[in-house]
């Protein structure tokens, strides 16, 4: 590249390689080559025999609103970094004209706020022939507002041209299906909320809070993601959502009585033209009291532009609101002076001449007028916060270009599109990164102040009435993911004490409370109480019928020995009349402890004098003290039986419930063995020895357990 081109002096020209490229791409025309679904112009520079791959960006401005050449001004020096590898701002850049081919050009369109001439301009764009005198878009840059940007972005994607916007921030655009190919340098409305959210919970330890927003996209997005950044972030708040319809008569009054029944005393306001919505709240005593609190969206009209009589309540409602916003950067950032030094070097006579000619020439053509007459809007402080940002977005699509396009030229939107959000990088607003399938900005490197106005008192000159203005303080910056405190906020009540969310309860409203609160809670629990007794009483008395008065058994003298169990003897006994077996289920304790495993347990049911004292002498005798674990049918019944398993054992074929496992607590095995008892109870069948079930199956003295069951021959 020429050295001209690249190196600047001080007073001359600071955007050389723009006019320069306009030049060589006006000469080759004729020999321009555009492959069918590529947005790149590739033709051959004479000066260098290489052949020059050029993405011409098309911006969509509103030049009726005097910031905006701020904003083209912008990207016209973003477009010349670019060219020549200046990385002052965004690191990535510095030597990219040695690693990429691409060059750069810019054009201006007007939108003039107005959707179908926007359409019109981008319409007439895209439909120009490839290699002629007015160039073939590469991409867009644009549109300033969201009402413009939705429709412009789904023409420009359905054609395969890439669309980025620093200001428009609607959720709406991030339906793929409509937008595929629409990013932003900044994040969307609903992800706005996620700093106020932050600064609510940080810093004002805010824990309640209603959000009057219109009925439309933008409103609507604003409470929701008020709600998800609450959800997110501070899952203790709680947020009543309010919407208003600014174009119905009467509605103020609605919306500011359903504030009033929450009693929340912060508000965040998402509408557009606030004045009719506060006289309704100071007129309804929620605001200009001191005690309830306003806080604005970005796009709400602030009560800086104008003067309100002193007294009046406007002037009294919008003492000490806040504004939440975003910014390309603010004075005293360290990026943002240099930038805005970098900008104020374009006020010389060629460069001002250039931009000039950039903007379209209307009704005179041929003519270019002064681009800053007075030399005011290139001077710092910068007349749009949104400088930055547009410079950014230009950057991004110049380094997305370079690392989608082929090594012959070819240049796809939808490539193009992938590796824009696939782009990071810290330019002069922050950390920029994209959503990998919005092509929206990261909320966590975006830039926000938080905008306190404060009351200033003028005499009219012309009626000598005193006026009240506001002046906006940036109280608050947000940026890398934390708020910074600049200077203290006043809230309505002229101090910066942090006011309560809520009204104190009072004695007599907390009693009532606690009467509200208490009194359902402590009939659920009587209730549940008594309904807790009614059945243990009722399961007592079905479990009374299971205990056998030890008087009720009559056993033969002595008494007949007709098995052995896992914890004693197994004894024919008759009870009213019926021929019965009882056999011992739990194990005796022995000087307060169990008996160690394997050892056999041959005494009796009871350790009185009696049948059973006999026939546990008889018993010894008879069954020779054998361990549990001896061999024999009996003892491997009891010894394999997992406890509470049924299992057939014993002489006169009786069947019997085993309980094994001596090293299981006693305790569970008793509560083990009386729920198995509530089942087997109910147990009737011909192949299964019946539990004697409402004549009761259970002896039961102070350590000892046995069952009983029919005797069967």
Request: with cysteine; glycine share 8%; proline share 6%.
């Amino acid at each position: 590249m020429d050295p001209n081109v690249t190196e600047t002096k001080i007073g001359e020209s600071m955007l050389k390689s723009l006019p320069h490229y306009d030049s060589l791409r006006l000469n080759a025309t004729g020999n321009i080559t555009r492959e069918k679904g590529s947005n790149s112009d590739v033709f051959r520079d004479p000066d260098t025999e290489e052949d020059v791959f050029l993405c011409h960006l098309n911006t969509l401005f509103p030049l009726g609103w005097g910031p905006i050449k701020v904003d083209a001004a912008a990207v016209a020096l973003a477009a010349h970094h670019l060219n020549v590898g200046d990385g002052s701002f965004v690191s990535e850049v510095e030597g990219l004209n040695e690693r990429c081919n691409v060059r750069f050009t810019v054009e201006i369109a007007d939108t003039k706020f107005d959707t179908e001439y926007a359409l019109n301009q981008v319409v007439n764009r895209i439909g120009r022939s490839a290699g002629a005198v007015d160039r073939l878009p590469c991409a867009f840059i644009g549109s300033l507002i969201s009402k413009v940007a939705v429709p412009t972005s789904i023409v420009t994607g359905l054609f395969g041209y890439p669309q980025v916007s620093a200001t428009a921030t609607s959720a709406d655009l991030e339906d793929r299906s409509q937008h595929p190919l629409f990013g932003r340098t900044m994040p969307n409305d609903a992800h706005n909320a996620v700093p106020f959210i932050l600064y609510l919970r940080d810093n004002l330890q805010v824990t309640k809070l209603a959000v009057v927003h219109v009925n439309d996209p933008y409103g609507n997005a604003n409470a929701l993601g008020l709600r998800e950044a609450a959800r997110k972030y501070a899952p203790d708040m709680d947020i009543r959502s309010i919407p208003i319809n600014e174009e119905k008569e009467g509605t103020e009054k609605d919306v500011i009585l359903a504030i009033k029944e929450t009693g929340y005393r912060y508000i965040f306001c998402a509408v557009y033209q606030p004045d009719k919505l506060m006289t309704e709240a100071y007129n309804m005593d929620v605001a200009g009291n001191g005690k309830h609190n306003w806080f604005f969206g970005d796009s709400t009209s602030d009560p800086s532009r104008s003067f309100f009589e002193k007294g009046s309540p406007l002037s009294l409602a919008y003492r000490g609101v806040g504004k939440l916003s975003f910014t390309g950067g603010l004075p005293g950032m360290p990026a943002y002076d240099r930038f805005t030094k970098e900008i104020e070097k374009l006020k010389n006579p060629d460069d001002l001449q250039y931009l000039g000619s950039l903007f379209p020439q209307g009704d005179n053509p041929g003519s270019n007028p002064p681009f800053d007459e007075d030399g005011s809007i290139l001077s710092a402080p910068l007349a749009s916060n949104f400088a930055p940002l547009n410079y950014e977005a230009a950057i991004a699509l110049g380094l997305s270009a370079c690392s989608a396009i082929s090594s012959d030229g070819f240049l796809d939107g939808e490539t193009h599109f992938k590796h824009f959000t696939k782009t990071s990088f810290t330019g002069v607003s922050g950390n920029l990164s994209f959503n990998n399938i919005t092509g929206t900005r990261d909320v966590t490197g975006t830039t926000y102040k938080l905008t306190n106005f404060l009351p200033s008192v003028k005499v009219d000159d012309e009626t000598g009435e005193t006026m009240v203005g506001f002046t906006p303080y940036i109280t608050d910056v947000f940026k890398n993911g934390e708020w910074e405190e600049v200077r203290d906020f006043i809230f309505n009540d002229g101090t910066p004490n942090v006011p309560p969310d809520s009204p104190p309860i009072s004695v007599d409203e907390g009693l009532q409370w606690t009467h509200t609160i208490l009194a359902p809670v402590v009939i659920a629990f009587v209730a549940a109480v008594g309904i807790l007794l009614f059945f243990e009483r009722k399961r007592r008395q079905t479990d009374a019928l299971w205990y056998v008065k030890k008087e009720e058994l009559k056993f033969a003298d002595p008494p007949e020995i007709i098995g052995r169990g896992g914890f004693g003897l197994i004894l024919k006994a008759e009870y009213r009349g019926t021929d019965v077996a009882v056999k011992r289920v739990l194990p005796p304790l022995q000087g307060g402890g169990w008996k160690q495993k394997g050892s056999a347990d041959t005494g009796s049911m009871d350790s009185s004098e009696g049948p059973l004292a006999k026939a546990q002498h008889r018993g010894k005798q008879h069954l020779g003290l054998r361990s549990v674990a001896d061999k024999g049918s009996l003892a491997k019944s009891v010894s394999s039986a997992s406890p509470m398993r049924p299992t057939t054992t014993g002489a006169g074929g009786m069947a019997t419930v085993a309980i094994a496992s001596l090293e299981t607590s006693r305790s569970q095995l008793r509560k083990n063995f009386i729920k198995e008892m509530r089942v087997l109870s109910k147990l009737r069948h011909s192949c299964i020895a019946t539990v004697m079930g409402k004549f009761a199956v259970m002896v039961e003295n102070t350590e000892k357990s046995n069952l009983i069951v029919a005797f069967l021959h």
